[in-house]
């Protein structure tokens, strides 16, 4: 199983149109941050190699591209900003190639809105010419579902919603670990002192556009390896976590690791990161864990 960091910065992405800030004009690679997005790629318990996203913003297209990404055989969809959803008409392209439908997974208030952007994908029977759209499988995430914690079964990798809060909109995180059926068919690295395997980033949540944890979400953050949080920057915001609010929830969910996303141009890739404790680092477009 492999993570991949497909954008990593806020609604506006980095740089932003007409600013000539220190962050929008660098010459670091890792200040270029297109709109947030994430893939997961691997094997499932048949042998067969699977895609999944997390989110489809406006940047989709030039995403899958530049990081080779070359299936999709699910979406996980957070919230309904434009920023994570306005790429998904893109996902056509996938669907020729695998010449199969994509599932879409998503909370009611999101897929009602999905439903409702996206009525030439959902109401194709209603499109006076019948053209090239994507063919998606809606999958909704039903509010029993998400107050109970079920888990999804995403062909042998487990997905469970995480409930949080972006200001007054309820959003969902992720958690996402192998199940049973995929965790039996991976094989243990054996030790090699002369060769670097990379650690594997999972049990991994995933958690963007975040201002408050409920109660009853802390309980799906334990025992993680890798927390993916929102970092906006150093100023209040009224609908996103500061920099010192997501080093202080880093804390205490106490991942082996956490990387920062969604930031603005007032993070400075090099700089913040230099200032961050132990484990916690700000990612980038393109950091592939696993």
Request: proline letters at 8%; one cysteine or more.
């Amino acid at each position: 199983m492999r993570f991949t960091f497909l954008g990593t910065g806020t609604s506006s992405g980095i740089p932003a149109i007409g600013c000539d800030c220190a962050t929008c004009v660098s010459s670091d690679p890792r200040d270029q941050r297109l709109r947030c997005a994430a893939s997961i790629q691997f094997i499932d318990p048949q042998g067969r190699p699977r895609g999944v996203l997390i989110d489809a913003g406006p940047d989709l297209r030039q995403q899958v591209l530049r990081f080779g990404v070359r299936r999709c055989d699910a979406i996980l969809f957070t919230h309904n900003h434009v920023d994570h959803v306005f790429g998904l008409d893109e996902t056509r392209r996938f669907n020729a190639v695998q010449r199969g439908p994509i599932e879409v997974y998503a909370d009611d208030h999101t897929m009602d809105s999905l439903e409702r952007v996206y009525e030439h994908i959902f109401s194709r029977d209603q499109n006076v010419n019948d053209s090239f759209v994507a063919t998606l499988m809606p999958r909704r995430i039903t509010r029993q579902e998400i107050a109970a914690g079920t888990p999804l079964d995403l062909f042998g990798m487990r997905v469970t919603p995480i409930p949080l809060l972006h200001g007054r909109l309820p959003v969902l995180g992720y958690r996402v670990e192998a199940g049973p059926e995929l965790s039996a068919t991976m094989a243990t690295p054996q030790p090699d002192p002369e060769a670097r395997v990379p650690e594997p980033p999972f049990p991994l949540a995933y958690c963007t556009d975040v201002s408050a944890i409920p109660p009853e979400s802390w309980g799906r953050l334990t025992g993680l390896r890798t927390l993916v949080l929102d970092a906006l920057r150093h100023r209040h915001h009224p609908t996103h976590l500061t920099l010192d609010q997501a080093v202080a929830i880093a804390r205490r969910v106490g991942a082996e690791r956490t990387y920062f996303i969604h930031m603005s141009h007032d993070l400075a890739h090099e700089a913040t990161n230099r200032e961050l404790p132990d484990g916690m680092r700000l990612a980038y477009d393109g950091l592939v864990l696993g």
